[in-house]
């Protein structure tokens, strides 16, 4: 972990904290990464809360390709193109901060330890982030308290407008069988279980229910015996249920009773409505597939 300083005036800055600093500094903990950025949390050992700045917050701080935006560029894209689509409560905030040159190549340095453990994936060790005076503080949607976040990534909620008139999959399930066939080197049997993007959306509610059902079979599966608080979060929105002490052998019987009941009657209003407002957008901007769009 490296010790930093935040600072709020004139503006929200980050700089390296000096090793002879008296009082205890908040520390940046690498957290995750993936192909265009790195995100880290904020933590602290002192008795004092962290700076509300920096409070439920977490860094992403972007990589050093040329494919990808400055961060001012990153944020201006946000805010001019993807803010007008949604209600607030269904976007996580996104701010600015000021990050100094010295604590981008410390962390860089760190990145580079990192690299003779196993925090970070073979594929991302020569990775390395860019310098360039800016990094983006988001809302932390981390699970606290004995609660479960339960991550739905949709990715497309329609099929492509270039698919066949005869087609059997759409365009995620297709590219998943794709890799799995690279993968394995010759013909592959499509799996049982499971779910297909487009069934987040689906008129029939059984079928969204089953969809929501494969992935909570998925996402709970390595839960033990535990004192537990099930929870769904989707924008700002927390459905939670009483924490309980449960064993292995009841957790599913409580989660198909409970819980999925619970993400379907959401999923009829206004997580449901979420999911139409991206597909609706989709379809928008994506009207003639990849196949059949101009160069």
């Not at 805010?79 to 209600?87: M, T």
Request: charged content about 25%.
């Amino acid at each position: 972990m490296i010790a930093v300083n935040f600072s709020e005036s004139p503006h929200k800055r980050l700089s390296l904290a000096p090793r002879t600093e008296t009082q205890e500094p908040i520390k940046l903990r690498y957290l995750a990464e993936g192909n265009a950025n790195i995100v880290y949390s904020f933590t602290t050992t002192a008795k004092d809360a962290l700076p509300d700045g920096v409070r439920r917050k977490l860094l992403r701080l972007r990589k050093e390709k040329s494919f990808i935006q400055s961060t001012k560029s990153q944020l201006s894209t946000f805010q001019q193109e993807f803010v007008p689509l949604f209600r607030p409560e269904n976007l996580i905030e996104q701010t600015l901060v000021a990050v100094d040159e010295a604590l981008i190549r410390r962390l860089n340095q760190e990145l580079e330890e990192h690299e003779n453990g196993e925090l970070r994936q073979a594929l991302r060790h020569s990775d390395r982030l860019a310098t360039d005076g800016y990094g983006l503080l988001m809302t932390d949607m981390t699970a606290r308290h004995g609660k479960y976040l339960f991550e739905i990534k949709p990715k497309w909620l329609l099929q492509s407008p270039d698919a066949p008139n005869d087609f059997k999959r759409c365009r995620t399930c297709a590219l998943r069988l794709q890799r799995a066939h690279a993968s394995a080197g010759s013909a592959v049997i499509p799996k049982p279980g499971g779910f297909c993007p487009l069934s987040l959306v689906d008129e029939d509610i059984e079928e969204r229910q089953r969809a929501f059902q494969s992935i909570i079979d998925a996402q709970a599966g390595d839960m033990s015996k535990s004192s537990c608080m099930f929870s769904m979060m989707s924008g700002s929105k927390l459905l939670s249920f009483m924490p309980c002490l449960l064993h292995t052998r009841f957790l599913r019987a409580f989660i198909d009773s409970i819980l999925v009941r619970e993400v379907v009657n959401f999923l009829a209003e206004k997580g449901y409505q979420v999911l139409e407002t991206l597909r609706k957008h989709q379809a928008h901007f994506d009207k003639h597939g990849l196949l059949n769009s101009n160069p």
